[in-house]
C-alpha cells in the first residue's frame, strides 16, 4: 500500500528556533514531494517541493532535505515565527493521477 | 488570490438526508480531486477527474457520487449521509506537480 509517513504528529518550538519535520515514504516509485503548509479554515497550500534527482531544496526560511536511499524526506524552517505555526504535510505524487498526503505535523511556534 | 471555489462553506444537516457540494477552478487545469479531511486534519483522496473523466476512484462508500459537466467543475452528491461523512471535503485542481485547493467545504451530520 502506497504510504507516506510523518514525524512528530506536533511539535512546538519557540519562535527563533528551528523546527525539522520528518517524512518518510516505502513507494521507490514516487519521484516528485512537496510539502503543503495549512492554516485554520483554509486548503493546503503549496510551500516548497523536490524531485528525486535533489538531495536539497532551499527557498528562504524553508529546507528539504531528501536521502533517496533511505527514502527519507526533513523539512526545516530555520528561525521559526509564530505566523509559521499551521499544519504541514508532506507528500508524494505518484505520477497516476494521485497525490498521497502524509497525515501531517502540527507545528506551533511560541513567541 | 483563491482560484478553487467550494460552495458552500458549510452545510449541516440530519442522517438519511441528500447534499451536493459545488466546485469551480478557474485555472484551466485539466485534472480535480475531492479529498475528504477528517477532524484530525487526515487528508485522503477520494476521486481524481481528467477533462472530465473519472479516472481515480479510492474505496468510499456508494453513496459518494461525483459529477463533471466539464473539466472545470466537479461536483459531489452524498446520497443518505451518515454521522462518519462529517468532515472537511477539499476540491482540488493540478497543474504540472503543483496541486491547488479550494477553502473546503465543512460537513456536520447529526
Known amino acids: 500500500q502506497q504510504q507516506v509517513r510523518q514525524s512528530p504528529q506536533s511539535l512546538t518550538v519557540w519562535e527563533g528556533e528551528t523546527a525539522i519535520l520528518n517524512c518518510s515514504y516505502e513507494d521507490s516509485t514516487f519521484n516528485y514531494f512537496p510539502w503543503y503548509q495549512q492554516f485554520p479554515g483554509e486548503g493546503p497550500a503549496l510551500l516548497i517541493s523536490?524531485?528525486?534527482?535533489?538531495d536539497k531544496k532551499e527557498d528562504g526560511r524553508f529546507t528539504i532535505f531528501f536521502n533517496k536511499r533511505e527514502k527519507k524526506l526533513s523539512l526545516h524552517i530555520t528561525d521559526s515565527q509564530p505566523g509559521d505555526s499551521a499544519t504541514y504535510f508532506c507528500a508524494a505524487d505518484t505520477n497516476a493521477y494521485k497525490v498521497i498526503f502524509g497525515k501531517g505535523t502540527h507545528l506551533h511556534v511560541l513567541p | 488570490e483563491t482560484a478553487v471555489f467550494q460552495t458552500p462553506n458549510y452545510h449541516v444537516t440530519q442522517v438519511g438526508n441528500e447534499v451536493s457540494f459545488n466546485c469551480k477552478q478557474t485555472l484551466g487545469h485539466d485534472t480535480m480531486y475531492w479529498y475528504k479531511q477528517d477532524s484530525k486534519k487526515l487528508l485522503k483522496i477520494m476521486f481524481s477527474?481528467?477533462?472530465?473523466?473519472?479516472?481515480v476512484n479510492e474505496t468510499v462508500p456508494r453513496r459518494f457520487s461525483p459529477q463533471s459537466s466539464d473539466k472545470a467543475h466537479l461536483n459531489l452528491r452524498i446520497k443518505s449521509v451518515e454521522p462518519e461523512d462529517s468532515a472537511v471535503y477539499l476540491c482540488?485542481?493540478?497543474?504540472?506537480?503543483?496541486?491547488?485547493f479550494g477553502k473546503g467545504t465543512r460537513l456536520t451530520v447529526v
Open positions: 482540488a485542481s493540478k497543474a504540472n506537480t503543483e496541486v491547488f
Open positions: 523536490i524531485s528525486s534527482v535533489s
Open positions: 477527474y481528467n477533462n472530465k473523466q473519472l479516472i
